[in-house]
């Protein structure tokens, strides 16, 4: 009997299902709507795309089918909204869902780092609880924690196959077509703050680091297009009080699409995980 009381402190009551709406159902976005059915806390309630077609698909591939809604719709009738839209649409997100109390996930971290000081002074005041994902970073832990003593220097370092870089900002500008590049290509180096503006579909790591760090101005990021790698690759090196970290992550690219790492989906997919259990791991 007292092994069953014990073991029921570690289960959740019926009462503390959360409906969680995501926005956006691409690549990400599936595999969390797929993956939520492995979370008995949590209960996928809707689904918002612009391409509402595509909602539709993703929400008729699923056992229990949620409901398709426009986005504001969605953050006013869910307990947690996920955003796996991109980064422009998280401003707007996070004004209405902390408007409401709305607890919020971000995948698009980029979008983070040009908020208006009137969503920040908004995020402060709210009881909305955001949460950011590692993503396709290994060490931010080891970051966050050397970020309470001094840190010195932040440095992101990201290798990937030039077709991962098609449609970026920065390389449109430039007039560089990544078809022609055929030897490893440092095509950016800079501040966290101008690599997220120009890769915004490739870089929300820059965007992470900064956030545990030392912030988007001093996270360094240099950006190397090479040919000859099958893998999207990061490795973070910083320095201070503690002593140096190095962590180099390896990453399969999504197969529909290049430009973000599997890895990515399921660091959101744990955090969902983590936000509703009793047993926490990691800083």
Known sequence: M????????????????????????????????????????????????????????LAQSLTAIPQILPSDQLISQVDLVVEAACPQVVPSILEQACRLNKDVLIISIGGMLDLSPHISTLMKESRSRIY????????????????????????????????GFTGAPYLIQAGIDVNSIY?????????ASDAVK?????????????????????TK????????VTTNCHEVEVTGN????????????????????????????????????PLQIGT
């Open 198 to 218: 120009a890769f915004p579909q490739n870089i929300n790591v820059a965007a992470a680091l900064s956030l545990a760090g030392i912030g988007p101005q001093k």
């Open 183 to 191: 030897t490893p290509t440092v095509i950016f180096e800079g501040t």
């Open 221 to 228: 990021v240099r950006i190397i297009a090479d040919p000859s």
């Open 2 to 57: 007292k092994d069953e009381q014990k073991n029921s402190a570690f289960r959740l009551s019926p009462s503390s299902l959360t409906r969680v709406g995501i926005i956006g159902c691409g690549s990400i976005g599936s595999l969390i709507a797929r993956g939520l059915s492995d979370v008995p806390a949590l209960t996928l309630a809707a689904l918002a795309d612009v391409d509402q077609a595509k909602a539709s698909k």
């Open 132 to 163: 950011l994902p590692s993503g396709a970073l290994a060490g931010l832990d080891a970051v966050k924690a050397a970020a309470g003593d001094e840190i010195y220097s932040a440095t992101l370092t990201t290798r990937k196959p030039p077709k």
């Open 242 to 277: 503690f002593g140096k970290m190095i962590a180099r992550t390896e990453n399969l690219p999504f197969p529909q699409n290049p430009k973000t790492s599997y890895l990515a989906a399921l660091s959101a997919l744990a955090t969902l995980k983590k936000i509703v259990s």
